[in-house]
C-alpha cells in the first residue's frame, strides 16, 4: 500500500489536526472533511496514527508533571496498602493515586464502545452529513455551559460518579463532529467541577483515548511502514505537536475565563455547510 498524502497536504493536515484535537471544533470531523476534500478517498490509517501521536506530545509537554506524579503515587500506593492493610489511609493520602483510579474509570466507557461500536464508527468517518449534524451538536452543548455558575468543586472532592459521567460524553466523543475535549470539559462544568479541573481532567483523559485509538489504528496500518514516503508523516507530525501545544494552551485559559461557550457559533457554521453540502451535492465516496 502506498499513501497518497503530499508533503504540503501533510502539513496542513498536521496544522488540522493540532488546532482542532484541543480547541472545542473536532479533530475527526475536520480531518474527515479535509481529507475528502482534498480528495482522499481511502483512509489513511498511519497518517492519522502519526498526527495524533503528535497532539499526544502536546499533551505530555503541558501536563508531563501531573502524569508523572500520576504512575509515581500509583506505584507507591500498592506496596502501601499491603503494608498497611487498608486501602482507606492509602486513598486518602494519595490524591494523584485517586487520580489515577479516576483516570481509569473516566476511561472505561470509550474503550468499550470502540470495540462494540467499531464497525458503526468507521462508516460514520465516510459520511460528511454525519459530521454536519454531530458538529450542530457539539455547538449546542458548549453553548449549554454559558449558564455555568462557579465556583464548582476541586480535585478534593471529584468522585467516581463524575469520572464516569464525563467518560460516558468522551465515549459519545468517539462520533466524528463531537468534540472530546469540548464535550468533556461542558460534561465537567454540568457535573459542578471548577472550570480549571474540568480542563485539566479533560486532557489527562485524552492520553489514554490517544494511546488506545493510536494502537487500534497501528494494527490495522501494519505493512505499510515499507512502501511510504516518511517525510510527510515526519511534517504532519511535527506541525500537529506545535500547533497542538498552542492550541492547548490556548484552551485553558478560554476555559479559565468562562469563554467556552463562544466555540458554539463556529460549530453551528460549519455543521451546518458540511450537512448542506453533503445534502445538496452529489455523495463523497
Known amino acids: 500500500m502506498t499513501s497518497n498524502i503530499a508533503p504540503g497536504e501533510a502539513a496542513f493536515l498536521g496544522v488540522v489536526q493540532g488546532l482542532t484535537e484541543f480547541l472545542p471544533i473536532s479533530s475527526s470531523g475536520h480531518l474527515v472533511a ?11 490509517l498511519l497518517f492519522d496514527v502519526v498526527v495524533h501521536g503528535g497532539t499526544l506530545l502536546a499533551v505530555l ?62 462508516q460514520a468517518f465516510g459520511s460528511l452529513f454525519s459530521v454536519g449534524c ?17 465556583p464548582g468543586r476541586d480535585l478534593e472532592e471529584l468522585s467516581l460518579r463524575d469520572c464516569l ?37 479533560s486532557f489527562l483523559l485524552s492520553v489514554p483515548a490517544i494511546l488506545g485509538a493510536n494502537l487500534l489504528q497501528a494494527t490495522k496500518a501494519q505493512g505499510t511502514l515499507e512502501s511510504i514516503n516518511a517525510w510527510p508523516f515526519v511534517l504532519g507530525g511535527l506541525t500537529a505537536l506545535a500547533t497542538g501545544y498552542v492550541a492547548l494552551r490556548l484552551l485553558l485559559r478560554i476555559v479559565h475565563r468562562g469563554q467556552l461557550f463562544h466555540f458554539a457559533y463556529y460549530c453551528w457554521t460549519v455543521g451546518t455547510v458540511l450537512a448542506l453540502i453533503a445534502w445538496m451535492g452529489p455523495s463523497i465516496q
Open 61 to 122: 509537554l503541558v501536563y508531563g508533571k501531573d502524569l508523572w506524579r500520576i504512575v509515581k503515587e500509583s506505584l507507591l500506593a500498592i506496596p502501601e496498602m499491603a503494608r498497611a492493610g487498608s486501602v482507606r489511609t492509602v486513598w486518602r493520602g494519595r490524591p494523584y493515586f485517586r487520580l489515577a483510579v479516576y483516570l481509569t474509570v473516566g476511561t472505561a466507557p470509550a474503550g468499550f464502545a470502540g470495540i462494540l461500536f467499531q464497525d458503526s464508527l468507521e
Open 134 to 150: 454531530m458538529l450542530l451538536i457539539t455547538g449546542t452543548v458548549l453553548y449549554g455551559t454559558k449558564s455555568w455558575k462557579g
Open 165 to 201: 459521567v464525563i467518560g460516558v460524553a468522551q465515549a459519545l466523543a468517539l462520533m466524528p463532529g463531537i468534540s472530546r475535549s469540548g464535550i468533556t470539559i461542558a460534561t465537567g462544568l454540568f457535573c459542578g467541577l471548577k472550570r480549571d479541573l474540568s480542563a485539566r481532567y
Open 34 to 44: 479535509f481529507q475528502q476534500f482534498l480528495g482522499l478517498r481511502s483512509p489513511e
